[in-house]
């Protein structure tokens, strides 16, 4: 997994490629962690180059929304493939995370 930090006028976009699971999400979370206490800010999850996602995967990407929504920010699923988008239909956390 590879995961690329774009600041884009006021949001942050987190390029991730490759697959997201038990292995990779230790340096995902390394990641994304520091950004969960910026308060009001945009954080995007560009999910173009998403290969798979595991349950753990989710568990990050269920984290990464509540921290930041709580704090006043937004948190956005972009360029979903039809397999993550499978999955994130399937969990029920397309009713409560914001995908364009």
Known sequence: ???????????????????????????????????????AITLVFDCEKFEYISSSGLRIILTTHKQITAKGGKFILRNLNCEVRSVIDLTGFSRILTIE
Request: aromatic share 2%.
């Open 1 to 39: 997994m590879e995961v690329k930090v774009i600041e884009q006028n006021d949001a942050i976009v987190l390029a991730i490629e490759g697959r997201v699971d038990t292995v990779t999400v230790p340096e995902l979370e390394m990641v994304v962690s520091p950004i969960w206490g910026k308060t």
